[in-house]
């Protein structure tokens, strides 16, 4: 019985080690860690199995939904765009706060951003969403 116990363990040790010693040479040879060609900028989850992804090739930007069964190209968007938008959300201003302008010196009012004619009626659309959490609050909250 000891025996058995004793092999057990040397087994498990060897096979740790094995694993080890794998892991150690994929990361010198770079294996796994992709090229730096392909980033994938943001991923929001739409579902238990369905998420959204903006994703950079080179210099092309490409808005992605995958679910288990498929992947599929939703909109390829303006790199500057993207770039302005990860600018902006680096540096986290209040609503109705004011922002200086560091290459004009100007200040610009900050305003809540209104949903776009294109949007409008697909998942993307903000009024559209706070439209169903308003209506959820109102089905979830007790009257007294």
Known sequence: MTWMIIRLILSLAFIAAVLFYATRIAKKRGLGQGNGLIEVIARQRMGRTSTVNVVRIGDVVLVVGATEEQVTLLAEVDSETVDAALRERRVPV???????????????????????????????????????????????????
């Open 94 to 144: 209040a609503v109705g706060a004011t922002r200086a302008d560091a290459a004009t010196g100007e200040t610009h009012a900050l305003a809540a951003r209104a949903t776009t004619p294109a949007l409008a009626g697909s998942v993307f659309d903000r009024n559209g969403w706070g439209t169903v959490v308003n209506q959820l609050r109102e089905r979830t909250v007790r009257k007294s």
